[in-house]
């Protein structure tokens, strides 16, 4: 039988400062042991099975002598009963792991799904559009929350104030909100329903955002408004204006045109060829050039050390504020957007163009299944006679009080 150690008191202990391995007593194989360095700590030795171990009590004084020989004490009973002490503590340690991973904040979840949609979207823009609105209403009520503890409450505490002032925003936000809780659930972060979701649930709380707020469409100029307009554009002189010119002959979007490249163009073949990365869509566009969209690109002096159409006086691409200024000088009570809009009513009133080719012309999606049926190719014949018509439209008025009403052609 071991020799059994004598019962230190604590100013003995207190007194144990050389490096060494002291035995205190009290509690079979309990020591003090000092290192080099002056750190002290308890260390309880130990044989577990088939194997003989040192098990770390605590630091010195910290723990003290009477609460070491208390864990002594209960790691010797556990010993007794079968239990190692050491797998154990280590078992708890990767539970507690466990348990933190799973109480992950609502910010960090949305800086997960913020990270997905950078590597997966075009456009940088939208997924900073993510980060700003969460920042801006999500982020005060729930980004500190764990976001297995995010309820329909704290939901409603980020949507309600500004439901139906920030209608359109809100509706984003809570879109978001409810891609950052779905993350969360199908990464184990919490269980149970979605609370932000809209059908069967926010629906019946919050007013339809149909109900509340009609969508404010870009202003566009009348249809007949165009002749004048495209007269006092073509002698205004600058880079804009030509850009400018270029959108409304083509009817496509300001940033398609303006990050628009002479690579991406076939005057020959008299197509402008969108890539997919830089429409809305996420699908490449073809653009038919009408005489005068033509005539404008080959008057267009090419500049040295620049690939794009329509480069800004100080290199790179013209920005959006330049071209709402230019309208602003021009008095234009439009958007550049809202040239599409004024492109599409025209088509609608004053020409038989079906509905499939002029979304087609614009580029948008179409919705209805049987329409749909006809987007065998992108209808570009077709599309070269309207924006034919188009340009011609635009750039020679009418006689007073006469609306000329064009007929496409259609085969059945």
């Not at 020591?31 to 030795?45: C, E, N």
């Not at 779905?182 to 149970?192: D, E, N, Q």
Request: charged share 30%; aromatic share 6%; net charge positive.
């Amino acid at each position: 039988m071991p020799k059994k150690a004598k019962e230190l008191t604590p100013i003995q202990v207190k007194r144990l400062v050389e490096p060494g391995h002291y035995s205190v007593g009290g509690v079979s194989g309990l020591a003090l042991q000092v290192s080099k360095s002056g750190a002290r700590s308890w260390i309880l030795r130990a044989k577990i099975g088939d194997k003989r171990r040192d098990i770390g009590l605590g630091g010195y004084p910290d723990v003290t002598l009477a609460q070491a020989r208390e864990k002594a004490r209960n790691a010797r009973d556990k010993i007794a009963a079968g239990i190692d002490p050491v797998a154990e503590r280590q078992a708890m340690r990767s539970a507690l792991i466990a348990q933190q991973a799973k109480a992950m904040t609502f910010e960090q979840c949305a800086t997960e799904v913020i990270r997905k949609k950078q590597a997966e979207s075009k456009s940088k823009k939208h997924a900073a559009q993510w980060q700003s609105t969460l920042e801006t209403y999500a982020f005060p009520i729930l980004g500190k929350m764990a976001v297995k503890d995010v309820e329909l409450v704290h939901v409603l505490d980020v949507l309600r104030p500004h439901w139906e002032t920030k209608t359109e925003t809100m509706t984003r936000v809570r879109q978001r909100i409810e891609a950052v809780i779905s993350w969360a659930t199908v990464h184990g972060h919490r269980k149970g329903e979605n609370p932000a979701r809209w059908k069967g649930h926010l629906d019946t709380i919050l007013p339809a955002p149909t109900k509340i707020k009609k969508v404010k469409h870009h202003r566009a100029l009348p249809i007949d408004g165009m002749h004048d307009f495209m007269a006092a554009l073509k002698k205004r002189e600058g880079v804009a204006a030509r850009c400018l010119e270029f959108i409304v002959l083509t009817a496509t979007r300001s940033g398609e045109a303006r990050g628009a490249t002479w690579n991406e163009v076939d005057l020959q073949g008299r197509v402008w060829t969108i890539p997919s990365e830089r429409m809305k869509g996420g699908r490449e566009h073809r653009v038919p050039l009408s005489n005068q969209a033509l005539a404008l690109l080959k008057s267009l002096p090419r500049q040295q050390g620049s690939d794009l159409l329509f480069t800004a006086p100080r290199g790179g691409q013209l920005t959006d504020v330049v071209m709402g200024e230019l309208l602003k000088r021009m008095k234009a009570d439009a958007t550049v957007h809202g040239f599409r809009s004024t492109f599409r009513d025209w088509t609608a009133e004053r020409t038989s163009t079906p509905h499939y080719v002029a979304e087609m012309a614009l580029a948008h999606a179409i919705r209805n299944d049987a329409e749909a049926a006809y987007r065998r190719g992108d209808l570009l014949a077709k599309r070269a006679k309207l924006m034919q018509d188009w340009a011609r439209f635009i750039n020679s008025k009418p006689a007073k009080g006469d609306v000329t009403l064009i007929r496409a052609k259609e085969s059945s």
